[in-house]
């Protein structure tokens, strides 16, 4: 839902979800229990605290640790029951009543109450936290109510069409840990659950171990059976692409999200197919989409055309075909193409150098000292087209070099700047970039674009880093969210899409058509994939 995530990590969905009670197992339930799963995060968390982290790194991480009411089924995507057992939507679609498990227990040992239920709601209103990032999904709920001690209820004030989704899904911390904010920025490296999973060791910089958790509920529950197999699993904070690919080759890693590239030229010797396996496979899974983002507060980039034109510098083609081997499609607008939600009306930018220096010429842009540089006069100063463009993905740079150089020939300077994962989300929370290359996890299937793309989603280091704002998507997009009959919404939807495509804030680079990966021959599986996920809580090892 609000992943925020680098250009490195092309993320696949593992799959944390809980089977319904009664249901069917999704796993094996003759695996072997025991052993221990090696993975990669792709970098370090800058912080685990649940309430404030925004990074796939801590959302990968939280995902073995922190629950919610309820879960989503790999294989249906229908909602199944996790620490609510059971739960009821009344006739007009507002009011949500959940019936508490019981008897479980967070990690320290304390009891999961309906007080921390309420207060997992509560404290993403409260302005003392640094919560931006989740409000859009619940400022339709009025309230979080206790009826008694095993049930609580969400009393809607607003129509929104995933108001449900948002109670069903809400993460839930521990209150006796999380209420007072001043120890918020002591708790960078603290996870405390309810879930299968706590953590055990935090190495700094290094790696993150987790143990099973013996007091989990769901170990009782017989549609888990073949669930969490592993008594341990190490979590690497390996940002390098070849280093961990290297690792997986060695058996140090059990499991390894591929990109084009490294599954065609990188993932081929002896050890493939015996000690190492390397899958394609094709799920319902929403796709990441890479960008690059321009600081619109910047006023070089304040005029619409100058930002189409700067698309149309991209080689998005040749980028697709050297380095993604043909299994990617060029982007189009601000979610994946392959989404209901998306308009099949918006066509990719070409690559047109002469049609971008036409732009420019338009928009203002001259070489006028002839030292083949564009430049302009703005704000009574003459300005260089010339601007710092920041990643954190090394092995991205490449992609970015050809936008450099091509850029170059128009006249147009653009510096690359690598800077560290950290530092990196310290500047987006901050706005003080020209531009960023990075990219968005696919978040749900029924998405909403409110947290990216909203005026209101600027602020208080809000999502819409980029400062985009534009009344018409505002209204477009407050009033799809209030649309609960779903054709209606698509279409609604489908006119942000085109508003967001046509004003181009972000150069849309390209969106997967496979789900790709490595993994070692010693881990054991039902099957390659899921429906919405690969499936990794499934899989187990051989003694």
């Known amino acids: ?219 009782s529950v017989p549609s888990n059976a073949g669930m969490w197999n592993f008594d341990k699993i190490i979590l690497r904070f390996v940002e390098q692409r070849t280093t961990s690919l290297e690792m997986l080759k060695k058996g140090d890693l059990d499991f390894m999200e591929l990109d084009p590239e490294s599954y065609t030229k990188q993932a081929t010797g002896p050890e493939w197919g015996k000690k190492v396996m390397k899958l394609k496979v094709e799920t319902l899974a929403p796709k990441g989409t890479p960008f690059i983002g321009w600081n619109l507060k910047n006023p070089i980039f304040a005029d619409k055309k100058v930002r189409r034109a700067l698309t149309h510098l991209v080689n998005r083609d040749l980028m697709i075909e050297k380095f993604r081997f043909g299994m990617s499609l060029p982007g189009t607008g601000p979610w994946y193409r392959q989404s209901v939600y998306a308009s099949q009306n918006v066509k990719p930018m070409p690559f047109n150098p002469k049609k971008a220096l036409e732009m420019l010429r338009e928009a203002g842009w001259t070489d006028s000292d002839k030292d083949g540089l564009l430049d302009k006069t703005v704000d009574g100063k003459k300005t260089n087209f010339s601007f710092t463009l920041i990643t954190s993905a090394e092995e991205r740079m490449k992609y970015f070099t050809i936008f450099k150089e091509d850029a170059k020939q128009a006249g147009v300077n653009v510096e690359l700047k690598l800077i560290e994962w950290n530092s990196f989300v310290k500047l987006l929370d901050e706005r003080k970039f020209d531009a960023v290359a990075l990219a968005w996890g696919g978040g749900a299937v029924d998405y909403d674009p409110k947290q990216i793309w909203h005026s209101e989603s600027i602020a208080n280091a809000g999502s819409n880093f980029i400062g985009y704002s534009n009344p018409e998507v505002d209204k477009l997009i407050d009033e799809a969210r209030e649309l609960m009959d779903k054709p209606a919404r698509i279409a609604k939807m489908r006119r942000v899409y085109e508003a967001i495509a046509e004003d181009a804030p972000y150069v849309f680079l390209y969106v997967d058509k496979y789900d790709l990966y490595g993994r070692t021959a010693r881990m054991k599986t039902v099957k390659d994939a899921y429906k919405y996920g690969i499936g990794t809580s499934y899989w187990w090892m051989e003694p």
């Open 1 to 219: 839902m609000r992943n925020l995530w680098m250009f490195l990590a092309l993320s696949l969905i593992v799959g944390t979800g809980s089977p319904a009670l009664g249901a069917s197992t999704l796993g094996n339930p003759k695996a072997t229990k025991g052993g221990t799963l090696y993975l990669n995060l792709g970098g370090e968390p800058s912080t685990l605290n649940p309430i404030t982290s925004s990074d796939l790194y801590a959302t990968k991480a939280q995902a073995y640790a922190i629950e919610a009411l309820l879960d989503r089924n790999l294989d249906t995507y229908e909602w199944e029951p996790a620490l609510a057992e059971k739960w009821e939507i009344s006739k007009d679609g507002k009011v949500f009543t959940f019936t508490l498990r019981k008897g479980v227990k967070w990690h320290d040992g304390k009891p999961f109450t309906a007080e921390d239920v309420k207060f997992s709601f509560d404290v993403i209103f409260n302005d003392k936290f640094r919560t931006a990032h989740l409000r859009p999904y619940y400022e339709g709920i009025e309230k979080c109510e206790i009826v008694d001690a095993d049930t609580v209820r969400f009393t809607a004030k607003t129509k929104y069409f995933r108001n449900f989704d948002s109670a069903a899904g809400l993460q839930v911390v521990p209150k006796h840990l999380y209420s007072d904010p001043e120890k918020g920025p002591k708790m960078t490296k603290v996870l405390v659950g309810t879930g299968p999973y706590s953590l055990d060791e935090y190495e700094r910089g290094t790696r993150m171990i987790l143990k099973r958790n013996k007091e989990w509920w769901g170990n």
